[in-house]
C-alpha cells in the first residue's frame, strides 16, 4: 500500500474532522461517561483491527481513549489508516 501525500493525508482529514495529524499518524480522542464505556469501546476496536489486521495504537486514561494509526510498514499514512478512522468511528 502506498503512502499518502500532504495534500492527499489533508483531503482524508477533511472526512474525518474527528482526526487529527501527528506526524507520521493520525490521533482521535474519545471521551465516555465512565471506564467501562471506554473500556468496551476499546475491546470493540481490538476486534476491528484483529478482523481488518490493522492495530492502532491505543491508550486508556479512566473515561478517556486516546488512538493512534499509522501504517508500520509503509513508515506512514496510507488509504488503511484513513479506513480504520472511519471504521473507528462508526463504533464511537
Known amino acids: 500500500m502506498a503512502l499518502l501525500s500532504d495534500e492527499q493525508i489533508a483531503q482524508m482529514l477533511q472526512k ?5 495529524r501527528l506526524g507520521k499518524e493520525i490521533t482521535r480522542t474519545v471521551h465516555f461517561n465512565n471506564f467501562r464505556e471506554a473500556l468496551a ?3 470493540h476496536v481490538g476486534l476491528l483491527a484483529e478482523k481488518m489486521n ?3 495504537y491505543i491508550a486508556i486514561h479512566y473515561k ?4 493512534n494509526l499509522t501504517t508500520h510498514s509503509e513508515g506512514g499514512l496510507t488509504e488503511k489508516d484513513f ?3 472511519r ?3 462508526a463504533i464511537a
Open 16 to 20: 474525518s474532522p474527528q482526526w487529527k
Open 87 to 89: 471504521q473507528i468511528d
Open 41 to 43: 469501546f476499546v475491546v
Open 54 to 56: 490493522h492495530h492502532p
Open 83 to 85: 479506513e480504520m478512522a
Open 64 to 67: 478517556t481513549v486516546v488512538l
